[in-house]
């Protein structure tokens, strides 16, 4: 099917698993309340609030959810339903993450960042963040399908199949021993 990983959070508790078959199940989770089914889109949800996450291991060197050799180009995608901007250099607003802090040299994450609209998109190039914002504010209180697709150096961010972001921009590209993040 092509799927890298797939969580739909529908777990009551302990872990998440990956749907897909590489069974990058997670090995921790962290959150306000997990597998909210009564609330969720689809299957599950989780409530993530400030440093909250669900944390899938690095898988290895150069594995799938890495941006190196044929690993690219990739399309992340998630419901979100946020309720309040993120904080500048906080994990709050996170929506992924593998990565992507001051001083690394590869990563990537997605956040709703409190001084920027919509949703922010960060690429590491030489241990400098950088990336594209959205031309719209992100909904408040309402599921949005987030959408973020990376091929070579083009950057496109849609919300609910509608493209509101858009950058060419280079990133490093490589093995990042860092773990992938949800929220």
Request: proline content about 3%; glycine content about 14%; hydrophobic content about 25%.
């Amino acid at each position: 099917n092509g799927y890298i990983g797939v969580w739909h959070l529908d777990e009551t508790s302990g872990i998440h698993y990956d749907s897909s078959s590489n069974d990058y199940d997670s090995s921790s989770v962290t959150v306000n309340a997990q597998g909210q089914t009564g609330t969720a889109k689809i299957e599950g949800a989780d409530e993530f609030t400030i440093n909250h996450a669900v944390t899938v291991n690095d898988p290895g060197n150069c594995a799938a959810l890495d941006l190196c050799g044929s690993n690219t180009p990739v399309t992340y995608s998630a419901w979100v339903y946020p309720r309040s901007r993120g904080q500048e250099g906080a994990q709050f607003g996170g929506v992924f993450s593998k990565g992507a802090t001051a001083g690394e040299t590869v990563g990537y994450k997605s956040s709703f960042d409190n001084n920027e609209p919509g949703s922010q998109i960060d690429g590491t190039r030489a241990g400098r963040n950088g990336g594209i914002n959205c031309s719209s504010d992100i909904p408040m209180n309402t599921w949005t399908y987030l959408t973020y697709v990376y091929a070579s150096t083009q950057h496109t961010i849609y919300f609910n199949a509608v493209a509101k972001g858009y950058r060419t921009y280079s990133i490093s590209t490589g093995d990042g021993a860092n773990n992938f993040k949800i929220g």
